[in-house]
């Protein structure tokens, strides 16, 4: 005899679900949504005049300046300047702070030694070296590539080290029992572990490389888009500085989708939740 059929009943899925993957229709709209709104609302407060468009100049004076900053300044060349300055000085800070980190996070004794000097680095601001920087280096890029160093190294070896730490003690001791040695493990074990979390870090840290760049490139400096807004400021072309502004966060945004996407690219078998 023929059972009836059930039909499994499935709960209608809701904008707001704890940790849980929305479909990629709804991550594109809200992306697009809160731009639109950013836009609109920018707009309307300039055409009822909640802000002075002398210092607030419309989103389509901020693109014509721009248009007008690439085709005929030249602003592509210093585009092309401050993406070298932050690639070369994190790739410098990247190479000292990631095995360093990994050091200090899987051994006391170098966490000991090396911590104290690291933690009073990191509470130093960055800015303040600007002077000092100016006398050794000059004003040519050394100074702007050593500013942008120190903004970043020193939080990235805490980073680095606090995620080798929480690789979990069980990985260490099965390791121990199979008879691998220090350094066997430290390579085969505990690099590998943490080199998901690792690329986190670097990606985190970036974004800051990037606020320090209009920084590190105003002061002394002919090139770069910092430089740029400051010939900007000069002659009160707010709209010019705006569109700095933009071109910052429209690369932020690039080099952040490159590492979402090496992250899925390097590391499969976790980069689902994200995807």
């Known amino acids: 005899m023929p059972q ?18 929305i479909p990629w229709k709804w991550i594109l709209s809200l992306g697009i949504a809160v731009w639109v709104i950013f836009f609109a609302l920018w707009e309307i407060a300039v055409a009822l005049g909640w802000v002075t468009e002398l210092l607030v100049p419309t989103p389509q004076k901020v693109i014509a300046a721009l248009y007008e900053q690439i085709v005929h300044k030249g602003f592509a060349i210093d585009i092309l300047i401050s993406i070298y300055r932050i690639i070369l ?21 170098a966490e000991s030694f090396f911590n104290p000097f690291v933690m009073a680095w990191r509470y130093l601001p960055a800015p303040s070296f600007i002077p000092i920087l100016l006398m050794w280096f000059g ?31 069980e990985l260490l001791e099965t390791a121990m029992t199979l008879g691998g040695n220090r350094w066997q493990i430290l390579w085969t074990v505990i690099v590998p572990a ?16 990037w606020t320090y760049l209009v ?54 078998y976790i980069a689902e939740d994200s995807r």
């Open 194 to 209: 943490v080199m998901p979390n690792i690329v986190v870090a670097m990606r985190q840290m970036l974004a800051v490389s």
């Open 4 to 21: 009836p059929q059930t039909k499994a009943v499935q709960r209608k899925q809701r904008w707001f679900e704890y940790k849980k993957p």
């Open 89 to 109: 000085s994190f790739a410098a800070a990247c190479t000292i702070a990631i095995p360093l980190g990994i050091l200090m996070g899987s051994f006391r004794a």
């Open 215 to 268: 920084i590190a490139e105003i002061v002394a400096s002919s090139t770069g888009i910092g430089a740029m807004m400051m010939r900007a400021k000069r002659f009160l072309h707010t709209d010019h500085i705006m569109a700095g502004i933009v071109v910052i966060g429209v690369l932020g945004l690039a080099f952040d989708f490159l590492f979402k996407k090496a992250h899925r690219l390097l590391f499969p």
């Open 139 to 169: 004003t040519g890029d050394a100074p702007k590539l050593a500013l942008l160093f120190i903004g970043v190294v020193f939080f990235l070896i805490t980073m680095v080290m606090d995620y080798t730490k929480s690789v979990g003690n």
